[in-house]
């Protein structure tokens, strides 16, 4: 699989770096993007980050949209004006920034928790709860997805 999959939790250095997950490394390799592009995910209380199939999905969502709008340019603004490119050092380490610590509310250990395209970080106690949330969600969606397509047979 070419995607982030799976999630890692790891523990900041005294010097606030956390190593990505070498899959996740591995993944953004494969991708050919150079670092790691992040911005504060616009649902929850995580970092979106990924490589060039994130930027092209953002890209995506903003070419379906009239530019000099006020959709676009929010959309814009928040996807690509408050975003950062996170050096990865020969290590396998970034150092995360003020703004992703206090969006995610991290301390001392991240939770990398991978979505295919992209991956977020989290802190792990609030990817405990959003996971759980996110199983229940997801079984009620399937559920919903088994009736639909019953009822048309």
């Not at 928790?113 to 199983?135: C, L, S, T």
Request: contains cysteine; charged residues 20%.
């Amino acid at each position: 699989m070419a995607g982030f999959v799976s999630h890692y939790t790891n523990r900041l250095d005294a010097k606030g770096r956390v190593s990505v997950p070498a899959p996740f490394r591995q993944a953004l390799a494969r991708d050919g993007y150079e670092g790691l592009y992040c911005f504060p995910s616009l649902h929850q209380p995580a970092v979106d980050a990924g490589g060039h199939q994130l930027v092209a999905e953002i890209q995506k969502r903003l070419d379906g949209l009239a530019t000099l709008t006020e959709d676009h340019d929010a959309l814009s603004t928040a996807l690509f004006g408050a975003s950062e490119t996170l050096k990865i050092d020969g290590d396998g380490r970034i150092m995360l920034s003020e703004m992703i610590r206090a969006h995610a509310g991290i301390a001392d250990q991240v939770t990398f928790v991978g979505q295919g395209y992209k991956f977020q970080i989290w802190h792990p106690d609030g990817f405990r709860a959003h996971r759980a949330e996110a199983m229940k969600r997801a079984m009620s969606l399937l559920s919903s997805a088994g009736k639909s397509a019953g009822e048309g047979a």
